[in-house]
């Protein structure tokens, strides 16, 4: 005979996980989008107005842990993953251009796989700047980029990553290549 409590039970469970689930896409993609602000930010030279951003999203992070103590399964929803991960790829992007540092992030709770994908996704920002300020004649700049890319290659090789970071670290190690090619074609002008 079936228990109609049991069932009721799992109804319920069921449709509050539904429920928080698209309320946490919904906030999810609100992060996402301001953490893309952020690096547009950083790249127009507006660290202010990008810090400003982050601290937004940083807000919404908080607010979510919250849920996550009634529901923890929503942590790992894709949705509110990448937020995070374009969380740390934009604060690191920030706090390299305040002061070439890539250090913790202490402002969220960020597991490992979602710092090495938001950093190798931040190599990316460092060789748009560095086209950016090749174009400004800012050739030392290029250079502190190029470096910025290399410190994080030479720290990501000693890694077996696997799967989904694989492809992100092969994707850096292209920016690796772009971002000594910028640097190969600012030497070869100076000279």
């Not at 602000?37 to 940083?58: C, K, M, T």
Request: hydrophobic letters at 35%; glycine letters at 8%.
């Amino acid at each position: 005979m079936i228990n109609q409590k049991l069932f009721q039970q799992l109804k319920k469970d069921f449709e509050f996980y539904g429920e928080e689930r698209r309320g946490l896409i919904g906030v999810s993609n609100n992060a996402l989008t301001k953490s893309k602000q952020a690096i547009f930010s950083f790249h127009r030279d507006d660290l202010r107005g990008g810090n400003s951003l982050l601290a937004e999203v940083e807000k919404i992070f908080q607010d979510l842990e919250k849920k996550f103590k009634q529901e923890p399964e929503l942590r790992y929803e894709g949705a509110y993953r990448a937020a995070l991960e374009e969380y740390v790829e934009a604060k690191f992007f920030g706090k390299f251009l305040k002061d070439g540092k890539i250090d913790f992030i202490k402002d969220a709770e960020i597991d490992a796989d979602t710092y090495l994908g938001g950093i190798c996704d931040f190599t990316g920002e460092l060789v748009r700047k560095a086209v950016l300020a090749a174009t400004d004649k800012k050739f030392k700049k290029v250079e502190e980029y190029v470096v910025g890319v290399r410190d994080v290659i030479g720290e990501l090789i000693k890694m077996n990553l696997t799967g989904y970071l694989r492809t992100k670290y092969d994707q850096a190690k292209q920016n690796l290549r772009r971002a000594e090619e910028v640097l190969y074609d600012v030497k070869m002008r100076e000279k």
